[in-house]
């Protein structure tokens, strides 16, 4: 029966179910992604004047050379900086990250350079890590959701990589529950065998022009 308190039923369900179905609309089937980070992250990426390194990490060109290409993961790719350059040297790269407007500026940079990188839209704490899976993983920045996803975190890059496969992540350290707790990756990782732990103060390459508290972690997986 038509009731004059039809419309205004419809607009509350309306109100309700757009906000819902535009979400859906900008998920590919499958991704889970929280929308306020992914909001966050967006609105850093749309705005040039965000500071950080657009060239790649110091420390991971110097943890990957003279070794032997194979399958990498770079953890919130972020515009694909460190992707690209692992492309470039001859890995087959896979970025992931949540924020949609960063992995189209990623798929930008690998076709600028000329590198196939199959890079993903995707929340961390959905997307299939695998096992046994990965070369080298990599982790620059990310330590929010790190430390955020523990133990899971720890325990599903353990198992996704490969035996004689390398570990690198550098981020923020401090008290400060979100960053890098002391010495924490060490025991995090203690089963792997650690080629680099540096605890130190220098210039973030996402707080430039500053001195941070940084800590830069490069592990192997044993055979
Ligand atoms: C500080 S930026 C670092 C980006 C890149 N790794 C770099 O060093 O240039 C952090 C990145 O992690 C991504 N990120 C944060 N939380 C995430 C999550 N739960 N799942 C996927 N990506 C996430 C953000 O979208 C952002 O691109």
Do not use: C
Request: glycine letters at 8%; aromatic letters at 10%.
């Amino acid at each position: 029966m038509t009731s004059m308190f039809a419309p205004a039923r419809i607009n509350r369900r309306t109100a309700i179910a757009a906000p819902l179905l535009w979400l859906a609309a900008r998920l590919a089937p499958g991704q889970v992604i929280d929308p306020r980070t992914r909001d966050f992250w967006n609105g850093k990426f749309k705005d040039p004047k965000t500071a950080y390194r657009r060239q790649p990490s110091p420390l991971l060109v110097e943890s990957v050379r003279g070794r032997k290409p194979g399958a990498a993961v770079d953890l919130g790719t972020g515009d694909g900086r460190n992707a690209v350059y692992l492309g470039l040297q001859g890995w087959q790269v896979t970025g992931v990250d949540l924020s949609d407007v960063a992995v189209a500026q990623a798929r930008q940079h690998a076709a600028d350079a000329g590198v196939k990188l199959d890079a993903v839209v995707d929340g961390l704490d959905h997307y299939d890590f695998g096992h046994n899976r990965w070369d080298l993983i990599t982790l620059f920045y990310v330590h929010a959701w790190y430390e955020g996803a523990r133990p899971r975190s720890t325990e599903r890059i353990r198992e996704a990589l490969k035996p004689g496969g390398l570990l690198v992540m550098e981020g923020f350290a401090g008290e400060e529950k979100f960053m890098f707790q002391t010495n924490q990756l060490l025991r995090d990782f203690d089963d792997l065998r650690v080629v680099r732990y540096q605890d130190t103060m220098d210039e973030a390459e996402w707080n430039p022009g500053r001195q941070s508290r940084l800590v830069r972690f490069v592990a192997e997986k044993t055979r």
